[in-house]
Every structure is written in C-alpha cells, then in structure tokens.
C-alpha cells in the first residue's frame, strides 16, 4: 500500500508515460524527494548532507513535463556526486553527460511529444546550468503550461519579469509611452508599448 501510494504521487506530477521511470529513479538512488512549495529563486534543487543524506526538490506549481526536466536536472546532480564528490563542476561536462544519460531512455516519441524530444535532443548535447537559458526549451515547456491570461505592460512593477513574443523581458523605466525593457539573458533593450499585452513570469532557475 506504501509503494502505491508514493508511485501514485509521481503521476500526479510527471507525464504519465514516464512517471514509472522516474519512480524507479527514486527508488534507485535513495533520496528524499520534496514536492516544495513555488519560489521565485529556483525550480528545484539538490542537496546533500552527510546526516541527512541525498535531498532532490521540486515546485509543485510546474506543468509535468517542466516538472520532468527539473527532476532529471537534479537527479543528475545526484549521480554526478555520487561518481565524482564535489570535485568537479555542479555543471560541468560531468553533469552535461549525466543528464543525457538520465533522459536517454525516455527520449521517445512513443512516450513523449515529437516536438518536446526534438527540443531536448538538441539541449542535452550541452545543456545549459539553468533551463530557463535556452530559449527553445523555454517555450516548448510553456506550451504545455494550462492558459494563463494576459496584463497590460503598466499593470507590472518595475524589474518584473514577463514574456513577450518569444523573449523574456524585464520591466524598467518608462520613457513617455514605451517602457525600457531588458532581454534576460542577453541584455539587449526593447522599448515596449506600455499598454502591451504580456504574461507574467517567475524569475527562476535550476540550481
């Protein structure tokens, strides 16, 4: 009764094609998996302790497969300490090649979207320290986010982040009816209507 209740737990969150293997993951490594409330820093985490042992978390408020890379992210920063200590790089290509070899398995058609694996395929050649760093990722997660409604560009406050026609932008000064808006990543500046119609977004990262 125990083990059914937990696995029910992983289709809860995981796509239901592969929340078995991801069960089967947790059952592998032994580590306490936290199901965390949403935070603005991160979208999980992996910690050890030497009296406490391995900790994987988790927002709850990610859509399943969002919740997916998240927890192939921090299983691998599992299993790369497992192999290597502290010794090396948390992102390192040690880490890189753990990830793939966590996610080779499932990328599959059969088990997941055509496009969402086409996207993945091509990030774990040399995935990035946070998901939220490489734009095609970004946006096919957020396809299979549930419909958010849109806000007025003024309604924000200032060094809010939102999402604009594929970029994630910063909020800043107004300049007479455009606001001075900063592209996360790359820094560039876009002047944006103040009545532009934009979704808010979390300024998070995987750690």
Known sequence: MVKSKRIQS???HFPASVAEYCFQL???YSFDFIVS???GSKLGDY???PTK??????NHNLNPYAFLVT?????AHLTTYLAYKNKVSP???EWKQEFYTLFEPILDPELLPERFVSVLQTYLKNPTASSSMYTPLVEVLKSFDPETPLISLHELEENQLFFLKNLRL???KLRRTRYICREQISGKLYLVAKNAQVSLLENQSND
């Open 10 to 12: 992983f289709f809860d």
């Open 26 to 28: 947790w059952q592998d």
């Open 37 to 39: 409330k949403e935070r």
């Open 47 to 49: 910690r050890f302790s």
């Open 53 to 58: 042992g391995h900790q994987i978390t988790v």
């Open 71 to 75: 927890y192939i992210h921090e299983v």
């Open 91 to 93: 992102h390192g290509k």
């Open 170 to 172: 910063v909020k800043g």
